[in-house]
DNA sequence: TCCTTTCTTGACTGATCGGTAAATTTCAGC
DNA sequence: GCTGAAATTTACCGATCAGTCAAGAAAGGA
């Protein structure tokens, strides 16, 4: 068992992480992961395979450091609660100046949109796997009665999966924080009479 | 005046526009769009300029072909009706076999997002103007009566513009068109209670 | 017809892309 | 210390990138 790696894997695949965050696939070269992980060619193609390999490792543990600690904020007896700590968790998230502005998988599944190649396929998946898993938390919200009469399950997830990725295009490209603090303030009060809640929307505020 | 140009420059243009919105900026090249246009490198440069420049001509267009006409759909005197058309008509759009899946202003507002050459900035002021224009309307509402009590325009005009860049985010990656008739069911059922239809909530269909 | 001006064409630049081969360094086991 | 396998480094590959140059083709004005 000769010679261990000098390097963190976990730590590399952190920057590898970020790399695709702030800049997406195309805009990431090898020369830019380099630099951000400090390892060279090499010993990257040796830890984690090429660039789409390294590519869907950032996304596992996107999903992992990222995207499980914010479905977690669903996890709340109260719909009305979780989908307001939902949308302000996000919203923590996309503007977290500690880590690349927006999201990993809207704005790479924005950019890899119509690509038929394996790339392209697993960002599809990854939207079409997150949105399933909203419809099934608002389906088991409905089951259990938590929902206000004539709301429909489907059309909430869909709703509030839309919200979540539009805050990712404009926390991307908007430097203007109020917009999105409004855009929550506007779901929450927008939502909240479907979720249980017993205030009609004119008193919404 | 020697020797007039032998193609069409508005159409040369709409090839363009449509390779941009189709592939994002970088990975648009000038060889694709020699092939989308038919023309070559020097023709190109001559007629437009370079790669920026030919991205901001395609913006233009874009704005002219498919923004504007949205945007028109917010002229109505019933605001319930106003919002409901324009989500129906970006959802046509999005969907349209006819022109890319997706948005362009959205799809390369995410693409670029924290650039800081120019045409970062450029995305990053086309999103913050449309933004910026769909409160003015909301405002007009408010101030002309036309939104329920305790509607707040800021709020709904940026929670309309954030469902309006998710959608464009789940069309281009989502095959599945369900979803997005979903969301767009569901938003106009939770937006229309503020938009001064008198029907609660709890029965919006 | 000829000239001038522009458009068009194809070859080309240096830089950068993802990926690789070979040489070198470093450490565990003996 | 020696040896060998793996990690690291350096150099390089062909392809492609945006952009340019210069020669050739074509049309209006004379």
């Known amino acids: ?9 976990e730590e590399a695949l952190d920057a590898v992480m970020r790399t695709f965050w702030e800049h997406g696939f195309e805009a990431t070269s090898l020369d830019r992961i380099e630099r951000a992980t400090g390892l060279k060619r090499q010993s990257l193609y040796n830890a ?4 789409e390999a390294m590519f869907a490792a950032a996304l596992d543990r996107y999903r992992i450091q990222v995207g499980t600690p914010l479905r977690a904020l669903l996890d709340h007896d109260d719909p009305a ?4 700590a939902y949308l ?16 990993l998988i809207a ?4 950019e890899l949109g119509p690509r038929e190649d394996s790339v392209g396929a697993r960002m599809r998946a990854e939207t079409a796997g997150a949105v399933e898993a909203g419809v099934e938390v608002f389906r088991a919200w409905a089951a259990a009665g938590k929902l206000s ?3 429909d399950p489907e059309q909430l ?5 839309t919200i979540i990725r539009g805050l990712a295009v404009l926390a991307r490209a908007n430097p203007d924080p109020d917009i999105l603090i409004q855009a929550v303030d506007g779901a929450v009060a927008a939502l909240s009479p ?3 809640a017993a205030s009609p929307p004119a008193h919404a505020q």
Request: proline share 8%.
């Open 81 to 84: 609660t979780a989908v307001r």
């Open 88 to 103: 302000e968790g996000h919203l923590r998230m996309l503007q977290d100046p500690c880590t690349p502005a927006g999201c």
């Open 48 to 51: 984690f395979g090429d660039k």
């Open 1 to 9: 068992m000769p010679r261990p790696a000098s390097f963190d894997r």
């Open 157 to 161: 997830a869909a709703l509030l999966a």
């Open 194 to 196: 479907f979720l249980g």
């Open 107 to 110: 704005g790479c599944s924005s």
């Open 149 to 151: 009469i004539g709301a």
